[in-house]
């Protein structure tokens, strides 16, 4: 299964971008869809993950209230929307799979190219 990131864009702070994640093939119920940002000369961290069975999310603290995760299975395409950004939310986005629930690069599968999200201030 390969995932690819879609979407990015140079938008202002305080504007909105929706990023899509398409999955090559069906991604089973029990899997997770994971959203990751890189920032330049910075490491890879987790952004969000739904359960693509059940739709349970989970956001990390930076962008919790802000982003929402959601998906569209008969799509196989998974959903950011990012509001309120700000210019600490520059990077490039990557989604990937994983089996089971993690916040750590190392256990998602599937990556595609990132796509660019620049948010100027």
């Known amino acids: 299964v390969q995932l690819q990131a879609s979407g990015g864009g140079l938008v202002q702070a305080g504007g909105s971008l929706r990023l899509s994640c398409t999955a090559s093939?069906?991604?089973?119920?029990?899997?997770?869809m994971g959203w990751f940002r890189q920032a330049p000369g910075k490491e890879r961290e987790f952004v969000a993950a739904?359960?693509?069975?059940?739709?349970?999310?989970y956001y990390a603290d930076s962008v919790k209230d802000r982003f929402t995760i959601s998906k569209d299975n008969a799509k196989n395409t998974g959903y950011l929307q990012m509001d309120s950004l700000k210019p600490d939310d520059t990077a490039s986005y990557y989604c990937?799979?994983?089996?089971?629930?993690?916040?750590?690069?190392?256990?998602?599968?599937?990556w595609g190219q990132g796509t660019q999200v620049t948010v100027s201030s």
């Open positions: 093939t069906r991604l089973f119920s029990s899997s997770l």
């Open positions: 990937a799979f994983a089996t089971s629930y993690s916040t750590r690069e190392y256990d998602y599968k599937g």
């Open positions: 739904i359960r693509w069975g059940s739709g349970r999310t």
